[in-house]
């Protein structure tokens, strides 16, 4: 679950920011609003990269897809953009836990053979 998790934070970091380049365009907002919200979530999904064993980092990481979708207030292709990694969000957290089980019982396979 770790690396495909870690694979979908990554690619958002990036999405974060480039939006925060075209939010940069829009009159009512400051540099400094931009970059701090952006400089926030982008700091925030490559810490969560490395606490995805930790308790509460899928819920975390479930409020960033919600902050991603709700930045579409500001630039109205991240709706689609949130939308887009919320599905590889809840992809990589519904088949990386499929995954690690299917390893998990082969080990134990491999370990029971080996005995």
């Known amino acids: 679950m770790r690396t495909l ?25 400051t540099q400094a609003t931009v970059w ?3 400089g926030i979530a982008m700091l925030l999904s490559v810490l969560l990269c490395g606490m995805l064993s930790r308790p509460g980092a899928v819920q975390i990481g479930w409020a960033l897809q919600i902050g991603l979708i709700l930045s579409g ?17 809840w992809c990589s957290v519904h088949y990386g836990t499929k995954i690690d089980a299917i390893k998990a019982r082969w080990a134990a396979a491999q370990g029971e053979a080996q005995a």
């Open 73 to 89: 207030f500001v630039v109205p292709m991240m709706f689609i953009l949130g939308a887009a990694f919320a599905g590889l969000w």
């Open 5 to 29: 998790c870690a694979s979908t934070l990554i690619g958002e970091f990036f999405v974060i920011g480039f939006a925060g380049l075209v939010a940069m365009k829009n009159p009512y907002l």
């Open 36 to 38: 701090t919200v952006c």
